[in-house]
Every structure is written in C-alpha cells, then in structure tokens.
C-alpha cells in the first residue's frame, strides 16, 4: 500500500485539555477512510492539521508527502475539502463555480473550459451550466460540491459528513461519485454520522477521547467486537466515552 | 393562562369535543414562498393522536419546518386548516403559544445568557419557575446542571440540544414540537435522545419530531414519510414495513462496489442499492433464482443471498422511486 497519509504520535493540546493524542496511522492511495468518533472525540481537530489549518502540538504527519509542520501551503494544493455546509456560491451559475475553484487552485482558462464539459457530463447538468446554484436541488447541490472540491485533481479529498440531510437515493447517488473518484485514484477522507456509510469504507478508525480506539476494516471491527453491525461496534467504544460533549 | 381559553371562541370547543382524542389535526395545508414560485407543502392532510409519539420523516426540503412553523402560530398557511389541542393556529393562537414547546433546528436560545438564566428566562415568560416544573425535566438537566453558569453560546452542540429541550418544557406543555433535535448528533448521543422522548411520552406529552435518520422512524407510534411537500405514506412503522409490495433480498460478496454494478446490470433486476455491507435488491418474478448463477459467471466470488424484512429506508427508497 503507497501511503498519501502518515501520521505518527500526532498530537494536539489546547492548554491543559489534549484533543488528540498520539494518533499514528496511515492512509493508502485510492482508499476510502472513515474518520468516525462521537461529538468531541477530536476529529474536526484532527482534520484541521491533517487540511495544513492547524499546527500541531507535537508528533509527525506528512500529507501527500507533505510536512504538516512546514509546507502546509503545498498540503493545500494537494487536497480537496467538503463539508456539509458547501462552500459553492449560491449567486453565481453552476459553470461559474466550476470556473471561480479552478481559478483559486491556479488552473488556466483551457484546463477550466476542458474540466467544466467535463465535469457537467459525469454530473449529467449538461444543461444547468447556467442555472444559479441556488436554484439547485440539494442533492444536485451537493454532488456539485463534491466535484468542485476534486476540480484540480487533488490526491486526497477530505469530506466533512457531506450526506447529512439528504435523501437515501441520493445520498446513494454520493456515495457512487465517491467509489468512482476512489476507483480513479483520489484518496477519500471522510467523517460521517450515518453509521452504514462506515461499511462503505476499506477501512474505518473510530476516535474515542482524543485517542484511536479502533481501526480495521468494517468486517475485522465487527468481527473483534462481535458485532452485527458497525452501528453495534461504534455503540460499544462511544459510550465509554468520558469527555464525550454530553 | 391557560385558563383564558375558556372564554374563548366556540369553534374551539366544538373541534375539543368531536376530536378529543386528536392532539394536532392539518387539513389540506398549503404553504408557498417567494410569491408562490416555490411550493413548500402541498395540501398536507394528517392528525396526532393525544399522547402519541409522532414522527415525521424526509430529507432536507421535504417541508417538515414549514409544517412545525404553521402549527407552533409562527407562519400562516395559503390554504388549508390546523389544530393544535383543541386550538386552531390562525383565530386561537395565543392559546396554542401557551400550551405547546418548540425547539426549533436552529439552535435559538439566547448565546448570551447562561444554561440557568435561559431557563429562568423561558419560565418567567410562561409565568412559572424551574422549580414548579422541576420535576418533567430533571432527567435532563441534571446532565448539564454541573455547567449551570456557563453561557449558552459556549457549550457544545449536545449540551445545547439538552438546554433547548428544557427551555421547551420548562411551561409543561401538553403539545412537544422537536425540529431535527438529533441532526448531526452522533450515533451514541442520538439513541439517549430518543429514551428522553420515551420518558416525556410516558408523561402524557404529545410529541411531533422530525428526522432525516430512517433509523429513527421505527421508535416511534406512526409516521409520516415525506419528500417534496407531499406525504408518501403515513401508518405505525409496522405497517408501513408490512406493505413493501415485494420480496426484498440482501446480496452479499467480497467486492461490494463491483457486485452492485453487476446485478443493476442483470436484466433480472428491479432495484439495487446499497445498504451498510450487502445489497438490498428486488428482481422481477422468478428471476432471483438465476442471478446467483448470473454474477459468478460475471467473477464475483462469495455470492450469498437471503431474503430479508424491509427496513423503513427500503420503504422510502421504493416509494421515492414510485
């Protein structure tokens, strides 16, 4: 496995209060990684140094064969980021987000015009190029969004819970996009609360007070923890959770 | 306060008197915006029974707060007719305002204010104190008491969500009105949220919630599956389970992704999605017994199938696609 991720010890204190400690793990090339952990277990912290947005305390993490210490600003060329809160234009068209990312990542007008025919094709909104985004149905919204934030190939894409509140078709539809994005190489990163989404991954770490409780594939963690589902498995480390935001 | 309502207007009491066992009653309730371009529900039609457990269950969308907005007096309907308690939303609003709880998605307590000055403030506003109503919401509070004087913009997301359930009783209302409480709640805290629910339902409340989690629809009494302003379907978990018009099957291989492209590729199939680590499909009469034979001719290895009991996600997806 060709690692695009590798943290070693990575930790992050704020003051006397340790919101990750000592996380080491690594993340292949096309992998598809589920960052779970309950409210407060640390993982927006985490995220936030492995995006090159957060210095950490101490440890070691290199991104894309980044330093998360010294060459944050390459970290970001070299990854994408969505969250749930999108962060399209809603008053500009769908072609002219398409247009405005390209041109924040330093992409020239040709790679944009190409990447626009060709992202509106895979998107099938061939004809909403000029349909503001506002005007779009959440789903298409998010779909959009998610191939936005890949616009300038990036090796890593993080998603920030990027299926809340959607249908179950097309959060499904998502999850599509995802798995081809994967199958092209793109490493995905993503957080959800939807606890079948977790079987979707290769493989899942759960986050337990600022520590890694658990991290395997979803039929190894079902398998250690005895469990049916990894609903039962995420169940089992979150309640022991003593700093849980509760 | 409560009291006032018994001077008040004869349509009230004649609704209280037909209807005494509904809590909340809609009758083809219409709701537009931006100069009617943009339909929110339409002709929305359903009750609540006094003491029940409702749930009302879509995405994003689907017009679930434009429906609480209309039966907690806080937006009017184009069309259409509500009742809430007896009350009806337009002619009898104060009334309803005293009677029920809301607590809206947003999180909208005062961030300035500490967990304990919210509460005295949500109190003093319904003329009672914390303490008359100690009792109903104890369970709760307890758990954010140790915090009493920290302020409400400070505290994480599920403190807050505890505080504003409280703000919402603190009056005792007969009516409970919770807009996605457990959005972005994680799996752990979700599942205390919903055994709160079951308490305050054992004390006689009537509680309408919202959820985007399917999961979700089978802890409560009956449910409404709603998508677009419309409701697709409305009945206890149960029966809604009980009419999947098919035999629903779960596939299961090592290569998930490759699997699913297979069998929407077999000309057997009817629908195919994804579901956690297996497939959930159904196929066109008979046409189960070949797919087996089908997708290893097609190299997936490790083929099961099973048949399976639908869950409420299975039912949404079927009637989405309807």
């Not at chain 1, 944009?112 to 909104?125: M, N, R």
């Not at chain 2, 004869?10 to 009617?36: D, P």
């Not at chain 2, 949500?122 to 008359?132: E, L, M, N, R």
């Not at chain 2, 709640?185 to 985007?212: C, H, N, Y």
Request: glycine share 8%; proline share 3%; net charge neutral.
């Amino acid at each position: 496995m060709q690692a695009v991720i590798t943290t070693d010890k990575l930790t992050k204190r704020f003051g006397d209060f340790v919101a990750c400690n000592e996380l080491s793990f690594e993340v292949g090339k096309g992998e598809i990684f589920g960052f779970l952990g309950a409210n407060g277990a640390g993982k927006t912290t985490a995220m936030r140094m492995l995006c090159g947005l957060l210095k950490p305390s101490s440890g070691k993490a290199s991104i894309a064969g980044f330093d998360v210490y010294t060459q944050t600003e390459k970290i970001k060329r070299s990854i994408g980021y969505m969250s749930q809160k999108f962060s399209l234009y809603d008053d500009l068209t769908v072609a002219e987000n398409i247009r405005f990312y390209g041109g924040i990542y330093g992409m020239n007008t040709k790679e944009i015009k190409a990447k626009t025919i060709e992202l509106l094709d895979e998107l099938q909104l061939q004809n909403e190029a000029k349909t503001l985004v506002s005007d779009l149905p959440l789903g298409w919204k998010q779909k959009l969004s998610f191939s936005v934030s890949i616009v300038h190939n990036p090796e890593i894409v993080f998603l920030d819970e990027p299926t809340g509140g959607v249908d179950p078709v097309t959060r499904r539809q998502f999850w599509d996009l995802i798995y081809h994005a994967a199958d092209k190489g793109v490493t995905i990163f993503v957080t959800t609360h939807y606890m079948d989404e977790a079987e979707y991954c290769n493989r899942v770490s759960i986050m337990v007070d600022g520590v890694i409780a658990a991290l395997d594939s979803p039929a190894n963690l079902k398998k250690q923890f005895n469990s049916e589902s990894m609903e039962e498995v995420f169940y089992q480390l979150a309640r022991k959770a003593t700093r849980s935001d509760n | 306060m409560k009291g006032n309502n018994e001077n008040k207007a004869g349509s009230a009491e004649e609704f209280s008197t037909v209807n005494s066992q509904l809590s909340i009653e809609l009758n083809g309730i219409k709701k537009t915006y931006n100069k009617e371009t943009v339909t929110a529900v339409k002709n929305i039609s359903f009750s609540v029974n006094k003491g029940e457990l409702f749930g009302l269950i879509g995405p994003d969308g689907a017009g679930k707060t434009t429906l609480f907005r209309i039966l907690t007096t806080l937006l009017l309907a184009d069309e259409g007719t509500a009742m809430v308690n007896g009350f009806d939303v337009v002619k009898d609003y104060k009334q309803i305002r005293n009677c029920v709880g809301y607590m809206p998605g947003k999180f909208s307590l005062y961030q300035d204010l500490t967990i304990e000055e919210n509460l005295n403030f949500f109190a003093t506003v319904f003329g009672t104190t914390i303490k008359q109503n100690y009792d109903l919401i104890k369970d709760i509070y307890v758990q954010i008491e140790p915090f009493k004087d920290r302020r409400a913009g400070k505290l994480s997301g599920g403190m807050k969500q505890k505080l504003a359930l409280c703000c919402a009783l603190i009056h005792k209302p007969d009516v409970l009105f919770l807009d996605e409480p457990t959005t972005g709640v994680d799996a752990v805290s979700r599942k205390e949220f919903w055994e709160m629910l079951k308490r305050l339902k054992a004390q006689g409340i009537t509680i309408l919630v919202s959820t985007p989690y399917m999961d979700e629809a089978n802890l409560c009494d009956r449910i409404a599956l709603i998508q677009k302003g419309e409701i697709l379907s409305i009945d206890t978990p149960a029966k809604i389970i009980e009419s999947f018009p098919q035999q629903l099957y779960a596939l299961h291989s090592s290569k998930t992704y490759k699997l699913l492209q297979d069998v929407r590729n077999y000309g057997g199939t009817d629908s195919c999605f994804a579901f956690g680590d297996s497939l959930h499909a159904t196929f066109k009469q008979g046409a189960e017994k070949e797919v087996v034979a089908y997708l290893q001719s097609k190299g997936n290895e490790d083929v099961e199938i099973k048949t399976i009991t639908p869950s409420i996600e299975d039912c949404f997806i079927k009637l989405l696609k309807n």
